[in-house]
Structures are given as structure tokens and as C-alpha cells.
């Protein structure tokens, strides 16, 4: 190979990584703001609404979310639900609503999230067609999390994963523990509220 044509090619190397370099970086800050940025808070009322279509626990606390089945990144959610399942040892109740579009047929809900909801011990899973219950409820995004206390007061809002569709510690899940726990050593200003890190929930 002559010196011209190795100064060439090292020429053509150094523009490739200048060109590839910037390329990841842009990727890189794409997916970062893609897992961190949060959907529309929930606005729900302050005590249990009577409109709601289940009952709560007047014994234990009571926790509602709402999830779109087609939202892949509520999956890490409904693994931190398990965890928060476990973690409650029967002091919960959770009720799960999956959003259902007016014209669409009930299969259209059961995708794997609606399976992965019905075998955690002490959920119950409900269609939610037209969004009907969540507006009731105040929620907008999918994995968007209530809980109330025996006594009908909403202890936190929010959700429960600190990234988009990443598993792991996070702020709403130990939230949630200490509170059905009666964790009275914590100073938490009621009802708690983290970002919800997930799609749409009526996908507009």
C-alpha cells in the first residue's frame, strides 16, 4: 500500500467515526428522553369515587391501574405490581382496568399484559371499554397507579417504574410498601406522586 493511499484510507476511518460518534450519541439521547419523560398525570379525586364499578376494601387498602394492552412498556409495571403484591402479604386489593375501544371485541384486551395481570396473587383484571372507568378515576396514561386506604382516601397517584418500561427499585413501588405497611417512621406528604412512565392510555 503507498503512504497516499494509507493516508487515504485513514482519512475516510477518521470521517466515519466523526460521522459515527455523534450518530450514537443522538440515538443514545433519543432512547434517554423516550424512558424518562412522563405521560399525563392522573387527577383523581381525593376520597373514592362513588361512581366507581368496584367495591373497596373497608379492611384493607385498595389499589386501582389503568393499563392500555397493547403499551409494551407497562410490562416492567405489572412485574412491580408482583413485587408490591408480595411485598403486602393480603393487606391489598388491586384492581387492574385494561383499556377496551368502543368497536373493538373483548379478545382484543387479552394480550400477554392481561395474562401477565391475572396470575399475580390478589389482582383482579377488568375491561375497561371506552375508558369509562379511568376518566372516572382521572388517569390518562397507561401503568398510571392509585391507592386508597380502608377508609376511601387516595394515599398516592402515580407510577411505578423510574424508567419507561424498566424494571428495578423506584420511588412509587416503595411508596406504596410503606404505606399498606403503616410505615409511620417516614414523613410522607399525602398522597404521594411520582411521574407515570407510559403510553397513552386511550393511544391518542
Known amino acids: 500500500m503507498s503512504f497516499l493511499a494509507g493516508v487515504k484510507r485513514h482519512a475516510i476511518v477518521v470521517a466515519a467515526v466523526a460521522l459515527w460518534v455523534p450518530a450514537v450519541a443522538f440515538g443514545i439521547n433519543v432512547l434517554w428522553k423516550f424512558a424518562s419523560t412522563p405521560g399525563r398525570s392522573a387527577r383523581p379525586a381525593l376520597v373514592w369515587p362513588a361512581s366507581a364499578p368496584v367495591e373497596r376494601s373497608s379492611e384493607r387498602a385498595t389499589l386501582v391501574m389503568f393499563v392500555h394492552p397493547r403499551c409494551q412498556c407497562s410490562s416492567a409495571t405489572l412485574g412491580e405490581l408482583a413485587i408490591i403484591m408480595a411485598h403486602a402479604q393480603g393487606r391489598l386489593d388491586a384492581d387492574v382496568f385494561?383499556?377496551?375501544?368502543?368497536?373493538?371485541?373483548?379478545?382484543?384486551?387479552?394480550?400477554?399484559?392481561?395474562?401477565?395481570?391475572?396470575?399475580?396473587?390478589?389482582?383482579?383484571?377488568?375491561?375497561?371499554?371506552?375508558?369509562?372507568?379511568?376518566?372516572?378515576?382521572?388517569?390518562?396514561?397507561?401503568?398510571?397507579?392509585?391507592?386508597?386506604?380502608s377508609r376511601g382516601r387516595l394515599q398516592f397517584k402515580g407510577?411505578?417504574?423510574?424508567?419507561?418500561?424498566?424494571?428495578?427499585?423506584?420511588?412509587?413501588?416503595?411508596?406504596?410498601?410503606?404505606?399498606?405497611?403503616?410505615?409511620?417512621?417516614?414523613?410522607?406528604?399525602?398522597?404521594?406522586?411520582?411521574?407515570?412512565?407510559?403510553?397513552?392510555?386511550?393511544?391518542?
Open 98 to 149: 385494561f383499556y377496551l375501544p368502543a368497536q373493538e371485541a373483548s379478545t382484543w384486551a387479552r394480550t400477554d399484559l392481561w395474562r401477565s395481570a391475572g396470575v399475580i396473587p390478589g389482582v383482579r383484571v377488568f375491561e375497561d371499554r371506552e375508558a369509562s372507568v379511568a376518566r372516572s378515576f382521572g388517569a390518562f396514561t397507561s401503568g398510571q397507579t392509585l391507592l386508597y386506604d
Open 159 to 204: 407510577g411505578i417504574t423510574a424508567f419507561r418500561g424498566h424494571s428495578g427499585d423506584n420511588a412509587g413501588r416503595s411508596a406504596i410498601d410503606a404505606l399498606v405497611r403503616g410505615d409511620t417512621s417516614l414523613q410522607l406528604n399525602l398522597p404521594v406522586a411520582t411521574p407515570v412512565l407510559g403510553c397513552s392510555l386511550r393511544g391518542e
